[in-house]
T-cell receptor, first 111, second 120 residues
Framework: EDQVTQSPEALRLQEGESSSLNCSYT??????LFWYRQDPGKGPEFLFT???AGEEKEKERLKATLTKKESFLHITAPKPEDSATYLC????????????FGAGTRLAVHP | GAVVSQHPSRVICKSGTSVKIECRSL??????MFWYRQFPKQSLMLMAT?????????EQGVEKDKFLINHASLTLSTLTVTSAHPEDSSFYIC????????????????FGPGTRLTVT
């Protein structure tokens, strides 16, 4: 069964304090690993898609990396506006476009 | 990026009534739309997948007679919660994927802003 586990559940950082969020996954035939940002009371906002081990993508202070078992979302010198819940999801070969989401990491960045 | 809208953003209804939620793709043709439910501090759970012009495919444990999904056009899907009960109170989010105006197929899922349903 496809499964996604995110850690930590919650993370509190000081502004400028870099850190990483983890997404561990098991999936039959990875067809993409997705990172989304979700603000309270809003729908998820697409950040990145990674397709193969070794792939990396960057956007402003965020960088996503992928191995065969996990993905990391690195946040460099975060700002308070980076506070949100970060969701990881995978799409496998057996689910026909179905995304399996992790529970998310709630990030709070304090000034 | 593609834009998906939902209406209403919030709705309160009485137990036993039905409520309809709309999901629209504003700048692309959504061949596939997905409906999710999210409880507080929990992740998104897929309820059903619908392809334009076809019947929706429901996930295990989701009652198709209670959660009616219609995807009659390439820009609109609706979710109707029938005979709503307090336990149906949740945050409902749709997503869509399909073809951009250029004709290029986009495999990413773009999410709407969500609808907060409260059943009293």
């Amino acid at each position: 069964e496809d499964q996604v586990t995110q850690s930590p559940e919650a993370l509190r950082l000081q502004e400028g304090e870099s850190s990483s969020l983890n997404c561990s996954y098991t999936v039959s035939g990875l067809r993409g690993l997705f990172w989304y940002r979700q603000d309270p009371g809003k729908g998820p906002e697409f950040l990145f898609t990674l397709y193969s081990a070794g792939e990396e993508k960057e956007k402003e202070r965020l960088k996503a990396t992928l191995t065969k078992k996990e993905s990391f979302l690195h946040i460099t010198a975060p700002k308070p506006e980076d506070s949100a819940t970060y969701l990881c999801a995978v799409r496998g070969s057996g689910g026909y476009n179905k995304l399996i989401f992790g529970a998310g990491t709630r990030l709070a960045v304090h000034p | 990026g593609a834009v998906v809208s939902q209406h209403p953003s919030r709705v309160i209804c009485k137990s036993g009534t039905s409520v309809k939620i709309e999901c629209r793709s504003l700048d692309f043709q959504a061949t596939t739309m997905f409906w999710y439910r999210q409880f507080p501090k929990q992740s998104l759970m897929l309820m059903a997948t619908s392809n334009e012009g076809s019947k929706a495919t429901y996930e295990q444990g989701v009652e198709k007679d209670k959660f009616l999904i219609n995807h009659a056009s390439l820009t609109l899907s609706t979710l109707t919660v029938t005979s709503a009960h307090p336990e149906d109170s949740s945050f409902y989010i749709c997503s869509a994927r399909g073809y951009e105006t250029s004709g290029r197929q986009n495999y990413e899922q773009y999410f709407g802003p969500g609808t907060r349903l409260t059943v009293t």
